[in-house]
């Protein structure tokens, strides 16, 4: 198949374009490069071996949507193109409706006029808020605490809406699958691709192993005295390539003739929480540096622990986390201790 990527510089996106090249599919990447740069794309052509076209606009664009539609015949989206940081969301909230809601509306609008009916779209766990309880399944009620969680539910919204308008349609159109991961870390085991955040981290790994390599004096621990065992926030870590092959079981699922069209849902997740101190123990040990770190207050819209069930993904979709958390560090030091300075050489 033909899959516009779009976001397919960024962290996640490399990782899915390594994934979707090596199952056999053509891609079409779509990046604004507003917080990766096109040299991932690079390394992902030299880990592939696969040279693949690049656009350098944005979904909200939709006058260049119509370009790309034009010059390409897409058959499936996969939808990365979106600002992903809790803090900053509940200071720039508008920016984060604008880029994550308006954008995809545009994407989905161009999408139909252009046929295009198959969409994996980049959901996350923030949308379940402060869970009930652990570990967390797909119908679970969603009440995001944030900014950034809560255009995650409202982009969730519309396309159930499309899905819903299908059923007053003599055929359906759309066919979509969201899925909702949560902590992506590590890199790709080559460590030719890894995550590169622009200016001071927001994710807690790359934080982790900045200070690993120098580039910052210590780490900060939000929040100390949540309720979990020794006081910092508990997370369930997921490897990027695994999530990444999640996402091409979701596609293999969604172009499956026995699937019926439809909005599907999943989590991608391990099913085990970590809490901060344990990752930093993790990656000192897989390292071998040390990381000093102080305790700071916790950060708004933030809640203090989280995990997966994802069985359903295991049973619709056969599809399995598999890599653990050392492989998860091992990778993360040998792409930072490899790139000290990211992309930049």
């Not at 604004?32 to 040299?39: F, H």
């Not at 901060?276 to 708004?300: H, N, Q, T």
Request: charged content about 20%.
């Amino acid at each position: 198949m033909a899959v516009l990527v779009t976001g397919g510089a960024g962290y996640i996106g490399s990782h899915a374009c390594v994934a979707l090249i090596q199952s056999g599919h053509n891609i079409v990447v779509l990046d604004n490069l507003s917080n990766s740069c096109r040299a991932s794309l690079e390394q992902v052509s030299e880990i592939t071996g696969v040279k693949f076209p690049v656009v350098i606009d944005d979904v909200n664009d939709r006058a260049a949507l119509d370009r790309l539609f034009t010059a390409y015949q897409i058959d499936a989206v996969m939808h990365f193109a979106g600002m992903k940081a809790v803090g900053e969301s509940c200071e720039l909230p508008l920016t984060y409706y604008r880029n994550n809601v308006a954008g995809t509306l545009t994407l989905c609008e161009a999408m139909k006029d252009y046929g295009v009916r198959t969409l994996i779209f980049s959901s996350s766990a923030t949308v379940y808020g402060e869970p009930l309880s652990n570990p967390i399944t797909e119908d679970f009620p969603v009440h995001a605490t944030n900014p950034y969680g809560q255009s995650k539910v409202m982009v969730e919204q519309v396309l159930h809406d499309l899905v819903q308008a299908d059923a007053l349609a003599a055929v359906p159109f759309w066919n979509i699958a969201i899925l909702r991961y949560f902590n992506p870390v590590g890199a790709h085991a080559s460590g030719k691709i890894g995550e590169d955040p622009l200016g001071i981290p927001n994710n807690l790994l790359p934080f982790i192993s900045l200070v690993a390599v120098g580039k910052l004096k210590e780490l900060s621990v939000f929040g100390g005295s949540y309720p979990t065992p020794d006081g910092t926030g508990v997370r369930d870590y997921i490897h990027v390539m695994d999530l990444a092959e999640g996402h091409v079981k979701a596609l293999d699922k969604l172009t499956d003739e026995k699937t019926s069209s439809g909005c599907h849902t999943w989590n991608l997740g391990t099913g085990n929480g970590y809490s901060v101190l344990e990752m930093v123990s993790a990656f000192e040990a897989a390292s071998g540096r040390p990381i000093p770190y102080k305790i700071v207050d916790c950060r708004p819209g933030d809640i203090a622990e989280c995990w997966a069930d994802p069985s359903k993904a295991e049973s619709e979709l056969g599809w399995k986390a598999t890599r653990g958390l050392m492989e998860m560090m091992e990778d993360t030091w040998r792409w930072q201790s490899q790139n000290p300075n990211g992309f930049s050489k």
